[in-house]
């Protein structure tokens, strides 16, 4: 009988950009629950209420994304007065994240709570 590879799950093995995106993106750890047959979207769903508690580390984490882009978009502001047209692009950037970040940390809050809630 051949023994097949297991492939780990390492960090170490796993590149930089890939271990950023499992860091910083919730949705990775959970499964589609609405295709398949009963059974399957069942499972799926019991697999995704038992990750549900990793996602107040995920709110905490776009939590502190969130301040970090607000205070961005401060400070870019404040000198924006006095400066050029540049540091009004990078605070438009920094914008843009505290929306995007905002949107991920909504989405997360709402998945966490439909999942504590809804029971099997």
């Not at 059974?39 to 799926?44: D, E, K, W």
């Not at 205070?71 to 990078?90: E, K, N």
Request: net charge positive; proline share 3%.
């Amino acid at each position: 009988m051949t023994q097949r590879a297991v492939p780990t799950a390492s960090y170490e093995n796993m590149p930089l950009s890939l271990v950023l995106f499992r860091y910083l993106w919730p949705f990775w750890l959970f499964k589609n629950a609405a295709t398949g047959d009963r059974l399957t979207r069942a499972a799926a769903y019991r697999h995704n209420r038992t990750m549900r508690v990793h996602l107040p580390g995920y709110l905490l984490k776009w939590l502190c994304n969130c301040a970090l882009a607000f205070g961005l978009i401060m400070a870019f502001d404040s000198r924006t007065a006095h400066a050029s047209g540049l540091l009004s692009v990078m605070a438009a950037g920094a914008g843009v994240m505290f929306a995007c970040a905002v949107t991920v940390l909504f989405v997360t809050c709402y998945i966490y709570v439909y999942l504590s809630h809804n029971g099997d």
